[in-house]
């Protein structure tokens, strides 16, 4: 079972509330973009967000999902850097961000390109079906996250498997030739970012059909791989408290739909 930091341990604060879809363009992280709570139950999400797709199993339960997460607002790559700051705001203190891949807090306003700042890194990689950073797959921010600049460009567009040697820069992380293996802390995220993506583009919006496979290697495929790997991580780290709130801010705040594997991680396993 994976490690946790001590700043996931916040409280879940869950609201009775109904959820509503909205739909919209985005604007900029608005001021009071805190991470701080939670908006519905899982019994209201099924009841309202997951009607249709509760009961269901396999390509059935896939469809119905990719119907729910499409209705969405789009963000541009600009926007992206706001609304990171917002989704990945460490609990612990509210002027950083914590970094997928080191679990380290940097200032918010610390991120560019240079060595020692934080970027936007695709989880799955942009070239994995070729989407760039065009407003869709490219500015999707499910699978967007601040990382080392040193790091991302280490990942590169690996593939996700065990194995390789350990990172100097980033303990805990481990890379060989032809792919990346996160820390145990994040393994289950990196999985569950990667299955959205699937469910959220099938080809039907101009994007290429992104699917998970069971091997690495697969350059500019719209492929991401290794899923029996990725399924291994998603049950062994479960969805921490770090990850649910993240998934509430996309969901208020920003794109108005939901990773559907951090709400029902069984779905994996009844998918795939």
């Not at 996931?8 to 509503?20: C, E, F, G, I, Q």
Request: no cysteine; net charge negative.
């Amino acid at each position: 079972m994976s490690r946790r930091h001590s700043f996931y341990a916040r409280p879940l604060l869950a609201a009775a509330a109904a959820v509503t879809v909205l739909a919209g363009t985005a604007a900029a992280a608005p001021a009071d973009a805190s991470p701080g709570r939670y908006t519905a139950t899982a019994a209201a999400l099924d009841d309202t967000y997951y009607q249709d797709a509760v009961g269901k199993t396999g390509a059935e339960l896939k469809a119905a999902l990719h119907t729910i997460i499409s209705d969405q607002t789009k963000l541009s790559y600009s926007q992206v850097w706001d609304a990171l700051k917002a989704t990945d705001e460490d609990p612990a203190n509210s002027s950083n961000v914590v970094l997928l891949y080191t679990g380290r807090s940097q200032s918010k306003n610390d991120n560019g390109g240079n060595s020692g700042q934080w970027n936007r890194e695709h989880v799955w990689a942009k070239s994995h079906g070729d989407f760039g950073t065009s407003t869709g797959p490219g500015t999707d921010i499910h699978h967007l996250r601040p990382t080392d600049v040193q790091v991302n460009s280490t990942r590169g567009n690996k593939d996700f498997d065990n194995g390789g040697s350990e990172l100097g820069s980033a303990p805990g992380n481990f890379t060989d030739s032809d792919s990346f293996e996160p820390r145990d802390e994040v393994k289950g995220d990196v999985a569950r970012m990667i299955l959205y993506m699937a469910v959220r583009y099938e080809g039907t919006d101009s994007f290429a059909d992104l699917e998970p496979n069971d091997q690495v290697n697969n350059g500019s495929a719209p492929k991401m791989g290794k899923l029996s790997v990725l399924k291994q991580w998603s049950q062994e780290d479960p969805p921490d408290t770090f990850e649910k709130r993240r998934n509430d801010v996309i969901f208020d705040q920003f794109q108005h739909n939901r990773n559907p594997f951090i709400d029902h991680p069984e779905w994996v396993g009844a998918i795939w």
